[in-house]
């Protein structure tokens, strides 16, 4: 994952189906927090309170105004 871009630990920004975007601990393999069904994560979205597939969002793709907001809206951290 991290040799495409996309990003991993506890605060990686992340994209809901309708386009949210918050904060979450995305390690590669392990779901704490989230359904995994074969490689797609289904997970709460703390943005609009529904349960949906999430995605990381790669570096570069998201200004600074977009990752700072995501920052600040993240999901519980652990169950």
Do not use: N
Not at 27 to 35: D, I, R, T
Not at 55 to 68: A, N, T
């Amino acid at each position: 994952m991290r040799l495409r871009g996309y990003p991993m630990g506890t605060d990686v920004v992340v994209r809901c189906r309708r386009g949210h975007l918050f904060s979450t601990i995305w390690l590669p393999g392990v779901s704490v927090k989230a359904l995994r069904l074969v490689w797609w994560r289904v997970q709460r979205c703390p943005v609009g309170g529904h349960w949906t597939i999430v995605m990381p969002v790669r570096h570069g793709e998201l200004g600074e105004k977009d990752l700072r907001a995501a920052h600040e809206r993240k999901d519980v951290r652990l169950p």
